[in-house]
């Protein structure tokens, strides 16, 4: 199953999209993709209406915008060094425990939304990133196996970065990773028995056409399962939040020198079984 959200920002509607890629609108039976509704098995009733119903679904138009495929996650966490090449381009060690950091939740905005280059920034950067998005509340789980059950899907995650307030100003890493627009998620939450193993995805970023970032998700140090049973044991994992799982290497704090993003330019990511993504970073008014 491919959740999706149609329609304005602010006024997208619940929907799905299927095999054949038709668009159907499913509001007239679920208010929103959001917390109740994954806390109150969801994806089943949600499998129920469209085999059931499917013939009399509203069809959306393909010119309808695709927002964000949930609505705003309680929080969005963020995994940092996860992957073993971009560690080496980092020139950091592995780490021994996930490096973990907080992202502003009203930085989730629509895969082809325009992002927003922050006043006076220099250094905004690119990390294209496996999401993983929590199905029902999660504590203290007591293995990585139990995580399984735990997760309601899986989506592109593009995890901009502003390096000189990440890294130069003092203080923890939110900051350089909160300012608005900084995460353009979807087009699709896909389910994982569609999936299947989301440790053998393959991940892609250009900018301007220029490819920047292609990787594995079997490059993660700490796989999606052994992340969430990690995080269970730190905080409570709430229905609808977001784990952004880490990126390969590529990103442009790495390269020799260091290139950021400007306004014009045009980045665009995908994951395999995943989708795919494009933005336009535009300089804030």
């Known amino acids: 199953m491919k959740l999706a959200r149609f329609g304005p920002i602010g006024r997208e509607r619940p929907g799905v999209v299927t095999d054949s890629n038709d668009r159907l609108d499913l509001s007239e039976y679920f208010q929103d993709w959001n917390a109740a509704f994954f806390a109150s098995e969801g994806i089943e009733r949600v499998n129920q209406v469209v085999s059931e119903q499917i013939s009399y679904l509203p069809r959306v138009d393909s010119s309808m915008r695709i927002g964000a495929p949930i609505a705003r996650p309680g929080k969005v966490i963020c995994i940092g060094l996860n992957y073993s090449d971009h560690a080496e381009e980092s020139g950091m060690p592995i780490p021994a425990e996930p490096i973990v950091f907080l992202k502003a939740s009203n930085t989730v905005v629509g895969p082809y939304d325009d992002v927003l280059i922050p006043r006076g920034s220099q250094k905004t950067d690119w990390e294209v990133e496996l999401g993983v998005v929590i199905a029902r509340e999660t504590r203290y789980l007591t293995s990585a196996e139990e995580s399984l059950s735990h997760i309601a ?104 020198p260091p290139t950021y993003l400007k306004a014009g330019d045009v980045v665009e ?6 989708g795919s993504q494009r933005q336009t970073f535009i300089a804030t008014e």
């Open 153 to 256: 899907g899986f989506t592109v995650s593009h995890d901009v970065s502003e390096r000189e307030f990440q890294l130069e100003r003092g203080g923890q890493w939110t900051k350089g990773k909160s300012c608005d627009t900084f995460n353009p998620l979807g087009p699709f939450l896909v389910t994982p028995d569609e999936v299947g193993d989301p440790q053998s995805l393959g991940m892609r970023l250009s900018v301007n056409g220029l490819e920047r970032q292609r990787g594995t998700t079997a490059k993660m140090i700490f796989n999606c399962s052994s992340l969430v049973h990690y995080l269970s044991q730190f905080m409570t994992l709430e229905p609808g939040d977001l784990i952004s799982t880490g990126t390969p290497p590529g990103v442009g704090l790495g390269l020799k």
């Open 269 to 274: 990511l995908e994951i395999e079984k995943l």
